[in-house]
């Protein structure tokens, strides 16, 4: 499941980068193909570097992963001709996933961890409650 598209592409780095970049045919317009196996590459990437520590794939991805999908998706759309910026986003890229791995920072649960978590305001029932809870049985 890819966490970027095509539309975060050009809203991160803008429409003429894009197609310099993906238009390999030559034809005016990025190339949807080669765009969606780049963003499959980079979330193949995201899930592998995550999966110790995270359920993935994430069905409701953080923004954090989307932005982490972009630039990883960018530096592979570069080619081998990446520029200075791209390689600097794809180092801190990358340097954010392993923090993520290793447990240094977290991503927001609505992402999913693979441990289970519960939360509790006060306890319904209480020492006082128990023979309204039992009907008066012991």
Same mark, same amino acid.
């Given at each position: 499941?890819?966490?970027?598209?095509?539309?975060?592409?050009?809203?991160?780095?803008?429409?003429?980068?894009?197609?310099?970049?993906?238009?390999?045919?030559?034809?005016?317009?990025?190339?949807?193909?080669v765009?969606?196996?780049?963003?499959?590459?980079?979330?193949?990437?995201?899930?592998?570097?995550?999966?110790?520590?995270?359920?993935?794939?994430?069905?409701?991805?953080?923004?954090?992963?989307?932005?982490?999908?972009?630039?990883?998706?960018?530096?592979?759309?570069?080619?081998?001709?990446?520029?200075?910026?791209?390689?600097?986003?794809?180092?801190?890229?990358?340097?954010?996933?392993?923090?993520?791995?290793?447990?240094?920072?977290s991503?927001?649960?609505?992402?999913?961890?693979? !441990?289970?978590?519960?939360?509790?305001?006060?306890?319904?029932? !209480?020492?006082?409650?128990?023979?309204?809870?039992?009907?008066?049985?012991?």
């Amino acid at each position: 499941m890819a966490y970027c598209k095509i539309a975060d592409l050009i809203a991160r780095y803008g429409n003429e980068e894009i197609l310099a970049i993906a238009d390999r045919d030559d034809d005016g317009t990025p190339d949807e193909l080669v765009i969606a196996a780049a963003c499959d590459d980079a979330a193949a990437e995201i899930d592998a570097r995550l999966a110790g520590r995270y359920r993935v794939p994430f069905e409701r991805p953080a923004a954090v992963i989307r932005m982490l999908a972009c630039d990883l998706a960018r530096f592979r759309l570069l080619a081998g001709r990446p520029h200075e910026q791209a390689i600097e986003r794809h180092k801190a890229a990358i340097a954010l996933l392993d923090a993520m791995a290793s447990g240094a920072i977290s991503l927001p649960r609505a992402t999913g961890t693979t !441990g289970v978590e519960f939360e509790s305001d006060a306890p319904l029932f !209480g020492p006082e409650a128990a023979e309204d809870f039992t009907g008066g049985v012991r």
